[in-house]
T-cell receptor, first 110, second 114 residues
């Protein structure tokens, strides 16, 4: 079945560092891809999405490009802030439901 | 607009008791999802509804778990009897339209079974 694999965390960075969180997927079709973020004590929030190959989703300085050839959807941000500390989930749509990766914890230190 | 509303936010009860978790989806959303989140297993989809009808309950762990959606604005997830291994954060999410649209999550219910 379809699946999503994320890089293991936690990822610890200093403020203003460059962020990459890797995400690869396995799917039989051409799913939509999502990044969600979860802050402590809260539910998941949509960060960005891409619905077809070569689409770039972007929001709040984060971006990710749908790469069909490498089946990847890596999350990047040029300069992280302490407020970006959270758990990040990559997900794909599969027949009406979402398949989530295991989540990657990001900790940004001042 | 109000988001997805879950209640209670926290529940502590003893094993063997019945637990009922509640969810009010965003008005107009026709899909509703129940998830469970634990450190060991991550985020698991338990069941989802479309237009109040259960579509896929393959993630429901066992017969002790049941979910209902009597109308478009309310759903319950019930555990009877509860066990300590049911301790987790339970999330409800809703969505409008096709699977390209995002799901909107509630803030979850943190359940502790003693």
């Amino acid at each position: 079945g379809d699946s999503v694999t994320q890089m293991e965390g936690p990822v610890t960075l200093s403020e203003e560092a460059f962020l990459t969180i890797n995400c690869t997927y396995t799917a039989t079709g051409y799913p939509s891809l999502f990044w969600y973020v979860q802050y402590p004590g809260e539910g998941l929030q949509l960060l960005l999405k891409a619905t077809k190959a070569d689409d770039k989703g972007s929001n709040k300085g984060f971006e990710a490009t749908y790469r069909k050839e490498t089946t990847s959807f890596h999350l990047e941000k040029g300069s992280v802030q302490v407020s970006d500390s959270a758990v990040y989930f990559c997900a794909l749509s599969d027949h009406g439901k979402l398949i989530f990766g295991q989540g990657t914890t990001l900790q940004v230190k001042p | 607009d109000a988001g997805v509303i879950q209640s209670p936010r926290h529940e502590v009860t003893e094993m063997g008791q019945e637990v009922t978790l509640r969810c009010k989806p965003i008005s107009g959303h026709d899909y509703l999802f129940w998830y469970r989140q634990t450190m060991m297993r991550g985020l698991e989809l338990l069941i989802y509804f479309n237009n109040n009808v259960p579509i896929d309950d393959s993630g429901m762990p066992e017969d002790r778990f049941s979910a209902k959606m009597p109308n478009a604005s309310f759903s319950t997830l019930k555990i009877q009897p509860s066990e300590p291994r049911d301790s987790a954060v339970y999330f409800c999410a809703s969505r409008s339209g096709d699977s390209n649209q995002p799901q909107h999550f509630g803030d979850g219910t943190r359940l502790s079974i003693l």
